[in-house]
């Protein structure tokens, strides 16, 4: 990362820009005013200054962050936990972004990239490996095994 030096006064202006283009997380910002040249001082100043100015909204950040996952990468709730965790997001913000992924929709997500998987799989001849695969996958996409196993005995009989 090339570093900058910027005044608070400057780096204000391109900071704000940078969370009006995407929502953005406290850690992000932080690591940002530091590649400015900022010291710790200045940027806590700033952030608290673009949390007021609704700039910075970790909740939102997190609602955001789930629901483009969940829908984009067809991540599960383990994964984006995991992942909102690494950004150092609160834990109430990631409950709340965890709650509004719509179970149904979740379900029916987690179905479809089995029942694709399952697929891919044909060539596979002994039931226990493909078994086994298919839990591997749905698992590193962040699915949780109690689900996994409840789709698993719908799809294999």
Request: net charge positive.
């Amino acid at each position: 990362m090339q570093f900058q030096n910027f005044t608070p006064q400057q780096a204000l202006p391109k900071i704000k820009h940078f969370c009006a283009y995407q929502e953005r997380c406290h850690s992000e910002i932080k690591e940002k005013l530091y590649g400015f040249g900022l010291s710790a001082k200045d940027a806590e100043e700033i952030i608290s200054k673009l949390i007021e100015e609704n700039f910075l909204n970790e909740e939102r950040f997190a609602i955001h962050f789930a629901g483009g996952k969940f829908r984009i990468k067809q991540w599960g709730r383990i994964k984006i936990k995991y992942e909102l965790k690494k950004k150092n997001v609160s834990e109430y913000c990631i409950k709340k972004a965890i709650s509004t992924i719509n179970n149904s929709e979740y379900f029916a997500t987690l179905s479809k990239l089995a029942e694709l998987k399952f697929k891919s799989l044909k060539s596979e001849k002994n039931i226990f490996i493909k078994k086994k695969k298919l839990h591997s996958h749905l698992s590193l996409k962040g699915f949780e095994s109690n689900l996994i196993q409840e789709i698993m005995n719908n799809l294999i009989k």
